[in-house]
């Protein structure tokens, strides 16, 4: 088999790694770019570049390019660091939501935004009892003619204190199972009725936020798909946010730097490092086969467990090269002890077995 890039992909990867560097130097590196990288001016040079929706359909304004090319670019992103997270949330997953679910009037109103960089996206899903059990949400939305009346609280929402939209995931029905009353609407951040507490992480990063909606009103009409069918759709979208290249090398700078410093005169240290490499090109192979469609449904579950397990390797790595250093309270202090966010965002790695081992291998489930 072989693995090489085509000569146009490898001039493709050329390009992104050059605005990749050329967007560190101007507005800094940051660690998990995609999350803690927040930058308009950048969003807007992606867009320039055609690199938001570079695989949505043409017909909604994307460049229907193969999935391996958005692949080579985010890698590239993420990978050196470059501030990629005022358009990520849009073009990963609300952008094909809206393809797959929306209304051509939402298609119309949302996604050239989307694509111009202009607009940042936020995620409503968490709640303070309802992490990994979706299913357990409270935040309501309750019709009232032509509008819906949202109350609740959701929490950890990365962007929320910057976004333009929430994409709300709340309950429009209580009765009947709980996963059947779950559906998707757009907010606008400016809905009278929210008020957003910002959340500073133990790494000061400050990303996500609280989000309390006291008596929020938005149009009926901002319903994305099947009222109801929330639970169906969101598992959907979960699939764009699990297999990709940004659950494998997003303390990839963490690890270069830890490279440099290295003694790898020890043969230990050098094993350690052959295993790594060896993450890195299993992780690449199992993103890849997500993007193509080769991978057996729900299967990015195991793409999700296994790549930001390997980040956490990788800070780990980094914590024993560094030695004391590692306690300086620097910038790379600050990576390896983000380490453990990865395998908890987009569903922790007891979830992603879970899913494993009962939707996609068919075990019985334990008894509840
Ligand atoms: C950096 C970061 C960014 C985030 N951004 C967003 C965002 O933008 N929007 C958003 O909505 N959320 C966001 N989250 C929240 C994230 O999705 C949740 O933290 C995650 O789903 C886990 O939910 P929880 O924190 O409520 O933990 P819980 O669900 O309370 O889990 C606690 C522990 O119990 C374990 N556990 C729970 N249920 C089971 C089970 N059935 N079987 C085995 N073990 C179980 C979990 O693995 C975990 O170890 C973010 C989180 C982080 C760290």
């Keep these: 088999m072989n693995f090489e890039l085509s000569p146009e992909l490898v001039e493709l990867q050329l390009r992104a790694r050059k605005v990749a560097a050329d967007g560190v130097a101007t507005y800094g590196r940051f660690n998990d770019s995609w999350i803690n990288g927040f930058s308009k001016d950048f969003a807007k040079v992606m867009s320039d570049e055609g690199w938001i929706g ?114 709300l995931i709340c309950r429009t029905a209580s009765d009947g199972p709980p996963h059947k009353g779950i559906s998707e609407v757009i907010v606008p951040m400016d809905t009278p009725g929210i ?39 969101t598992m959907v979208q979960l699939q764009h946010e699990r297999g990709g290249i940004d659950r494998l090398v997003s303390n990839r700078p963490l690890y270069d730097h830890a490279l440099t410093l290295a003694d790898t005169s020890d043969p230990v240290v050098r094993q350690e490092i052959a295993k790594l490499e060896t993450g890195y090109q299993v992780g690449r192979m199992l993103v890849y086969r997500e993007v193509l469609k080769q991978a057996p449904e729900g299967f ?21 090269v560094l030695g004391a250093a590692a306690t300086l309270d620097d910038e790379w202090t600050k990576e390896i002890v983000y380490g453990p966010a990865y395998t908890i965002m987009g569903g922790t790695s007891d979830i992603m077995r879970n899913i494993l081992g009962e939707r996609v291998l068919g075990l019985p489930r334990e008894p509840r």
């Design 54 to 167: 570079m695989g949505w359909p043409e017909e909604h304004g994307g460049r229907a390019r193969p999935p391996i090319e958005r692949v080579i670019v985010a890698e590239e992103m993420i990978g050196q660091g470059a501030p990629i997270a005022a358009m990520w949330f849009a073009d990963r997953q609300m952008g094909p939501t809206l393809i797959a679910y929306g209304t051509a009037d939402q298609q119309a109103e949302y996604l050239p935004k989307m694509l111009s960089g202009e607009t940042t996206w936020c995620i409503g899903m968490s709640e303070p009892d309802a992490g990994s059990d979706l299913a357990g949400l409270a935040t309501s939305a309750v019709r009232d003619g032509d509008d819906f009346i949202i109350n609740g609280q959701k929490i950890w929402t990365s962007f929320g204190e910057v976004a333009d939209y929430c994409y």
């Design 300 to 320: 990015s579950a195991a793409t999700k467990a296994y790549c930001t397990e390997h980040e956490i390797r990788v800070a780990d790595f980094a914590s024993r």
């Design 195 to 233: 008020e957003v507490r910002p959340i500073t992480d133990m790494t000061t990063n400050r990303h996500f936020c609280e989000v309390y909606f006291t008596d929020a009103r938005v149009p009926a009409e901002n319903l994305v798909g099947v009222e109801g069918n929330a639970f169906k759709q």
